[in-house]
């Protein structure tokens, strides 16, 4: 067990980090995730737990967070009327069927193959949340066949690799069909919990070593209680401050955000 002198500032750390997370998940349908799988890491190992699956803890972790924080951020915009219920109903399951391939994928790959693959999709995030065009619409409806069978399990899969609930691809994707802005990160609430309850059944039978105390399979406990007591305080306020503010000037600082936390990891890997 670590040191209490350690140990207590990297716990109110993480108490800082996931009221973050539940403002940014509330707020932009995206960040959740975006923010604690690089918490996770640098937490564990600042406390000298540096497993060859340490990404998979993380990741497995922040989905576990995101089970809680969408269903709260979900059952928020549902009472403002906001969610597409329509949405969730046709492409849940294709996205639930992603979901359990990505969680696959991530527990063959080593970590810093993860941490590669995290560094360099945030980092593209990033650059589409500070440049890319919102108003940009291709389609006045959500497409099925084909389209909705490739893009779905594509969501699904992404957001395994990366920890996050699937707002970061649901919510362009959806506006890209003309759906609302807010209705989209509504509805993209829905699709964290699609994401991440059938991942996180599967990571919790995963075998991991070296593992930090109180892991089952690759999610923290710890880390989970910490985050979640926080989010579930803090969710609300950013699913009422996305119905009367306008987040793109934070979105544009959360872009940059990403951006270096991407490259922060790639050193990581190839530098140390």
């Known amino acids: 067990m670590p040191d209490l002198s350690v140990l ?4 109110a750390l993480l108490m800082i980090i996931g009221a973050i997370a539940g403002i940014l ?5 995206v960040g959740g995730g975006m923010v604690l799988v690089p918490a996770f890491f640098y937490t564990f190992g600042a406390l000298g737990y540096d497993s060859p699956q340490l990404m998979q803890i993380c990741l497995g972790t922040s989905l576990a967070t995101i089970i809680v924080t969408s269903l709260r951020s979900l059952y928020a915009h549902n009472k403002k009327g906001a969610v597409n219920w329509d949405i969730l109903r046709g492409w849940g399951a294709w996205i639930a069927f992603g979901a359990l391939l990505g969680m696959t994928v991530v527990l063959q790959l080593r970590s810093d193959v993860l941490q590669v693959l995290f ?3 945030g980092m593209a995030i990033g650059l589409y949340i500070m440049f890319g065009r ?3 619409v291709v389609g006045s409806v959500m497409p099925k066949g084909l389209i909705r069978a490739v893009c779905a399990p594509m969501i699904g899969v992404l957001s395994v690799l990366m920890g996050i609930g699937g707002g970061a691809f649901g919510v362009p994707l959806m506006t890209l069909f003309g759906v609302p802005i807010h209705r989209a990160v509504a509805t993209a609430s829905g699709f964290g919990v699609i994401i991440a309850v059938p991942s996180v059944v599967g990571f919790l039978f995963a075998d991991i070593d070296a593992a930090p105390p109180f892991t ?5 406990l710890g880390g989970f209680a910490v985050v979640v ?9 950013g699913a009422a401050l996305a119905h009367r503010t306008d987040p793109k000037p934070l979105k544009r600082g959360f872009g940059v955000f990403l951006i ?3 490259l922060n990891m790639l050193r990581k890997v190839y530098f140390g």
């Open 216 to 220: 089952i399979g690759a999610i923290n």
């Open 134 to 136: 919102a108003d940009r």
């Open 8 to 11: 207590l500032p990297l716990v």
């Open 229 to 237: 007591c926080m989010t579930l305080i803090t969710t609300p306020w």
């Open 25 to 29: 998940a509330g707020l932009l349908g």
């Open 260 to 262: 270096l936390v991407g």
């Open 119 to 121: 560094g360099a999709i």
